[in-house]
């Protein structure tokens, strides 16, 4: 059984986050495609970050060996995401999750070798480098890259370090009404609850719950060959928190992982 650490937490008034600890470091994809795979995951998931594929594709290429099967069947499946990037669209692109496994199923079989190549060693972007200057940071405060990310500490995702990163998706998990009649009666009762601590009507809940429920997921390279997988959505007021939790922990269940769950 694959073993992961998660935890679900909420940052402040907009943004919830969550985090898993992967400890069969081998075999990375196994463990997000089980949990992309399952029914509270809709099954439509998108690129954020495109760098990180265009680097692992040179890393590839510049080792000559694509004879075997895994490192040719990820560098097919990097050349067929590659071509659809397109410099001149915002809109994020597709990418399905056989893809997902095979490319991080490489990565981490070879994790050493790209941490030696710095082959997801990023910068921050200059857009990070002005909020830290805002923010008054000292420089003994600023991010190193090649050092772990602890994504706690960032008040918004926006301000997390791209530092590590192998995936970035954009994800969501399904309305209520995908839910079987169990679960989604568990889920109504959860968040009415939380909605009642703020004065708001049930039938706000129900609302909310009648959407899709956008969130991240990024896998990172840690620098001691280790990985991570963390996310965060947003949620004014924390109001829907009970639907995230559940659902991820239903999700994490189904896929065989193993969880330690706490709040901060």
Not at 17 to 24: G, N
Not at 133 to 142: I, T
Request: proline residues 3%.
């Amino acid at each position: 059984m694959l073993k992961a650490h998660w935890h679900g937490y909420e940052i402040d008034s907009s943004e919830a986050a969550y985090e898993a600890y992967v400890s069969q470091t081998e075999k990375p994809g196994a463990l997000v495609r089980g949990l992309l795979s399952t029914d509270y995951f809709v099954h439509s998931y998108y690129l954020v970050f495109e760098e990180p594929l265009t680097r692992l594709r040179d890393f590839i290429a510049e080792q000559g060996e694509t004879e075997d099967e895994l490192t040719a069947k990820t560098m097919e499946y990097l050349e067929k995401q590659i071509a659809k990037f397109d410099p001149s669209s915002h809109k994020a692109i597709r990418i399905g999750v056989r893809a997902i496994e095979t490319i991080l199923d490489y990565v981490g079989a070879h994790r050493q070798e790209l941490l030696e190549a710095e082959t997801f060693r990023f910068e921050l972007t200059e857009w990070q480098k002005e909020m830290w200057e805002d923010y008054g940071y000292d420089e003994d405060e600023e991010f190193v890259p090649g050092s772990l990310v602890d994504e706690e500490i960032y008040y918004s995702e926006e301000e997390i370090p791209f530092d590590g990163v192998v995936l970035y998706l954009s994800c969501s998990l399904v309305a209520a009404d995908k839910l079987t009649a169990s679960e989604r009666n568990k889920a109504y009762k959860l968040v009415r609850q939380n909605y009642e601590r703020f004065d708001l009507p049930a039938d706000y809940a129900e609302n909310d719950m009648s959407r899709r429920q956008n969130l991240s997921l990024r896998v990172r390279l840690n620098p001691d060959a280790t990985f991570t997988i963390t996310g965060r959505w947003m949620d004014d007021g924390q109001f829907i928190l009970p639907y995230y939790d559940y659902l991820l922990g239903l999700a994490a269940e189904k896929a065989g992982v193993e969880l330690g769950i706490y709040s901060l």
